[in-house]
């Protein structure tokens, strides 16, 4: 599907909060970056940082009298919010995801040069040098991640509305059927997509339709069928559809439209599609 920058007419519904779509791996390496802070953590705790940098020792001691207590809840504390960050803001494409996002991907980042300077500074080990490099790899990988992503912003919000057009099928049944696309958005989900084609007149064929969700990953929109199908032509999530920037037309090249059907690659299958609301 190639989508212009439909942000015009009314198929923006209202009472609709915009969501960023935020890809799967950028959630996947957060989680990880969030996993690597724990390892981190643990790590910190055994080898008592607490006892050898002032700023761990001052936080520690707002906490409870008791340093290695403190510095204890307030690790699983931060860690519990770095996984509900995960959980709710990333995974769900609230509008302050990326800078969720990047938040903790600056704070790992400092967190993890920090304590290998301080091992540099030492000549030899320092508390949480050991998995330090977990956080450095983690968060550059989160930033260019995000960094890529922020070249081709896209939100859910402007891509929801309706969209017809027609099938560009090199033969029968549905050459030149009529199809309609529609985008749009249920909570707790990224998108929600419903396709329909109508029969174009040839015989034996009748309307069919798919439905599931959509998710953006770098520069594509991705189509995730809420059913599946056996056999040969399985219609499954290789239905990539391109963001363009231009025009509010959307090209969704079809490779496998269900069981049994086996769509070749560059064979012409493919939906030209205009917003109309």
């Known amino acids: 599907m190639r989508a212009g920058n439909p942000t015009g007419g009314s198929g923006n519904a209202r009472g609709i909060v915009p969501r960023v779509i935020v890809e799967r791996r950028v959630q996947l390496v957060f989680l990880c970056l969030i996993l690597s802070q724990a390892a981190h953590s643990v790590e910190e705790y055994v080898t008592r940082l607490y006892d050898m940098l002032a700023s761990a020792r001052f936080i520690s001691s707002l906490i409870s009298n008791d340093l290695a207590r403190g510095f204890l809840v307030a690790n699983v504390v931060l860690v519990a919010v770095g996984l509900w960050c995960w959980a709710v803001p990333v995974r769900s494409g609230w509008r302050s995801a990326r800078g969720v996002a990047w938040f903790w991907t600056v704070l790992e980042l400092g967190n993890g040069v920090s304590h290998l300077f301080f091992a540099l500074l030492r000549g030899g080990y320092f508390p949480g040098a050991g998995t330090a490099p977990l956080l450095l790899l983690f968060a550059g990988w989160l930033a260019v991640l995000q960094a890529r992503q922020g070249k081709n912003h896209s939100t859910i919000f402007n891509l929801l509305g309706e969209y017809h057009g027609e ?16 985008l749009s958005q249920k909570a707790g989900q990224a998108g929600c997509f419903v396709l329909k084609c109508r029969d174009s007149g040839w015989a034996s064929a009748g309307a069919e339709f798919k439905d599931g969700t959509f998710t953006v990953q770098d520069q594509e929109v991705l189509l995730h069928p809420a059913r599946r199908y056996s056999g040969q032509g399985e219609w499954g999530e290789e239905n990539i559809t391109l963001i363009d920037q231009v025009s509010q037309e959307l090209t969704l090249q079809i490779h496998n439209w269900g069981p049994g059907i086996e769509l070749k690659e560059n064979f012409g299958h493919r939906m030209i599609l205009k917003k109309i609301r």
């Open 167 to 182: 099938y560009h099928y090199p033969a029968g049944p549905f050459s030149g059927a009529y199809c309609s696309l529609k």
